[in-house]
C-alpha cells in the first residue's frame, strides 16, 4: 500500500463526509479548490491536475459518484457508501488502496 495515495484517497473522503456532515448532499467544488483543501489537510503537493486521476479512477473503482453541475459550475462528488453498505464499502477502498498507486505519487510527496 502507497501511503501517499492513502493519505490523498482517505483525504478526500474525509471531505465529502464533511460536507455531507455538514448538510450537504454531495461535495460540490472545482479541482482547483479540491486541490487546495488537500494539501492544507494532508500536507501534500495536492495539484488541480491531481484530482481528475484519483477521482476517475476511484469512480472506476466503485467508490464514487460524479456528477456534472454544468457548464461553468463545479462536478459534485459523492461516495456509494450507502449503496453499498459501510462494511462493503470500506472492504472496497481498501482493496483499491492495495492495488492503485496515484501516477503521481512522488510528485504529490515532495510537500511532506
Same mark, same amino acid.
Given at each position: 500500500?502507497?501511503?501517499?495515495?492513502?493519505? $490523498? @484517497?482517505?483525504? *478526500? $473522503?474525509?471531505?465529502?463526509?464533511?460536507?455531507?456532515?455538514?448538510?450537504?448532499?454531495?461535495?460540490?467544488?472545482?479541482?482547483?479548490?479540491?486541490?487546495?483543501?488537500?494539501?492544507?489537510?494532508?500536507?501534500?503537493?495536492? %495539484?488541480?491536475?491531481? @484530482?481528475?486521476?484519483?477521482?476517475?479512477?476511484? %469512480? %472506476?473503482?466503485?467508490?464514487?459518484?460524479? &456528477?456534472?453541475?454544468?457548464? &461553468? $459550475?463545479?462536478?459534485?462528488?459523492?461516495?456509494?457508501?450507502?449503496?453499498?453498505?459501510? %462494511?462493503?464499502?470500506?472492504?472496497?477502498?481498501?482493496? *483499491?488502496?492495495? @492495488?492503485?498507486?496515484?501516477?503521481?505519487?512522488?510528485?504529490?510527496?515532495?510537500?511532506?
Amino acid at each position: 500500500m502507497d501511503a501517499v495515495t492513502e493519505t $490523498l @484517497v482517505m483525504g *478526500f $473522503l474525509d471531505l465529502i463526509n464533511e460536507r455531507k456532515a455538514a448538510g450537504r448532499r454531495e461535495l460540490a467544488a472545482t479541482h482547483k479548490t479540491i486541490a487546495a483543501w488537500l494539501s492544507e489537510r494532508t500536507g501534500l503537493a495536492v %495539484e488541480p491536475r491531481h @484530482v481528475p486521476l484519483l477521482t476517475a479512477a476511484m %469512480e %472506476e473503482a466503485g467508490l464514487l459518484t460524479i &456528477g456534472g453541475g454544468g457548464i &461553468g $459550475l463545479p462536478n459534485t462528488y459523492d461516495t456509494t457508501e450507502a449503496a453499498l453498505g459501510p %462494511e462493503q464499502f470500506w472492504n472496497q477502498v481498501d482493496a *483499491f488502496l492495495m @492495488v492503485w498507486r496515484h501516477p503521481s505519487a512522488r510528485a504529490l510527496a515532495a510537500r511532506r
